[in-house]
């Protein structure tokens, strides 16, 4: 088990940048595969980046590659999203989860993802 605490989130402007941090704390952290989810209101849970815990392999969904980076440091105990050329429609609460030991393929499927933040929320303004 690893323990996540989301922050960074507020509101933006349409355009504006955005970097919201994950503080991750556990025996085994770095042998996670580590995402960002988000969730609008009403609609499902949306895995939205990830990257690999033995070789920084990413992975990105449609809706944010080209705008959004991934990236973790301190032997993977935090982990970034930054969120570029921000839009209404990414307007959500962002959640920070973990998977043990993902393999490459599995990293875009949010249901291997059984570590959670508390979430953070960001607000885009158009």
């Known amino acids: 088990q690893v323990q996540l605490v989301e922050s960074g989130g507020g509101l933006v402007q349409a355009g504006d940048s955005l970097r919201l941090s994950c503080a991750a704390s556990?025996?085994?952290?770095?042998?996670?595969?580590m995402g960002w989810l988000r969730q609008a209101p009403g609609k499902e849970r949306e895995l939205i980046a990830a990257?690999?815990?033995?070789?920084?392999?990413?992975y990105y969904s449609d809706s944010v590659k080209g705008r959004f980076t991934i990236s973790r440091v301190d032997n993977g105990n935090t982990v970034y999203l930054e969120m570029n050329n921000l839009k209404p429609e990414d307007t959500a609460v962002y959640y920070c989860?973990?998977?043990?030991?993902?393999?490459?393929?599995?990293?875009?499927?949010?249901?291997?993802?059984?570590?959670w933040g508390q979430g953070t929320q960001v607000t885009v303004s158009s």
């Open positions: 989860a973990a998977g043990f030991a993902l393999r490459f393929d599995l990293l875009g499927k949010k249901d291997y993802y059984d570590n």
């Open positions: 556990g025996r085994t952290v770095s042998s996670y595969a």
């Open positions: 990257i690999g815990w033995s070789d920084g392999t990413t």
